[in-house]
């Protein structure tokens, strides 16, 4: 009777394991996403299930740079579209079980991400909380020729709460792009961006100015 019991309880937890090791990861749509289907889509309840993943990534999906310890971050270029309407892009990102979509006005062109590693401090435990920060680099355009950069970040934090995102710079009118993002960048990094067709020939980078041809022979020789 007893190892009958032994058995069944085996089997129990086994199948508790499994479950939890299949649970679908929490899915979040950002505030900021959820005010623009609800202001420019008049949306009531928006949710996660609005957006589909776009097919063709390689095309879809910006400049994405990862520093250390996020190889395992994944993110997908998604899309909200209603019939005879124009399309509101989006970032779709997992990590560890946690998935959120945040997206950008018609205004915004998102050209960089930069992923890392960020340390959370929780105030009330008094300790740090492994995170991590997806910061993008947006293009706005608010007339012709009027033009600035902003940056807004992604804050995901391994404890269950839900993910947030803010503003964190909004640049003086043609200031393009942002001096700090650019200079918090690395060389390489920046580089990345700056060989793609939304690139320029030459750069400023931490007072230098670089040559993008010049930089490929250096970054990119066999």
């Known amino acids: 009777m007893i190892k009958k019991s032994l058995i069944i309880l085996s089997v129990f937890y086994s199948l508790v394991f499994v479950n939890a090791s299949i649970a679908e990861p929490r899915k979040y749509l950002s505030d900021k996403c ?8 008049q949306i009531r309840n928006p949710s996660f299930k609005d957006f589909k993943v776009l097919e063709d990534q390689d095309f879809w999906l910006h400049t994405i740079l990862k520093r250390k310890g996020t190889i395992n971050v994944k993110v997908k270029a998604v899309v909200f579209q209603k019939k005879d309407s124009q399309r509101l892009y989006g970032l779709q990102t997992e990590w560890k079980d946690q998935i959120i979509i945040n997206c950008w006005s018609f205004y915004h062109s998102a050209l960089i991400t930069l992923i890392e590693m960020y340390d959370h401090y929780d105030p009330f ?9 997806l910061s993008t680099h947006y293009l706005v355009n608010c007339g012709v020729p009027c033009h600035h950069a902003e940056v807004t970040s992604t804050y995901m934090v391994d404890d269950g709460t839900k993910p947030y995102v803010r503003k964190e710079i909004s640049t003086p009118t043609f200031e393009y792009p942002s001096i700090w993002f650019r200079d918090y960048l690395t060389l390489k990094e920046l580089y990345q961006f700056m060989r793609t067709g939304d690139g320029w020939e030459t750069f400023k980078w931490r007072g230098k100015r670089y040559n993008t041809e010049e930089l490929r022979k250096k970054f990119e020789q066999k």
Request: glycine share 0%; hydrophobic share 35%.
């Open 34 to 41: 959820k005010n623009h289907l609800i202001d420019f889509y």
């Open 125 to 133: 435990i008094k300790k740090q909380k492994d995170a991590i920060r």
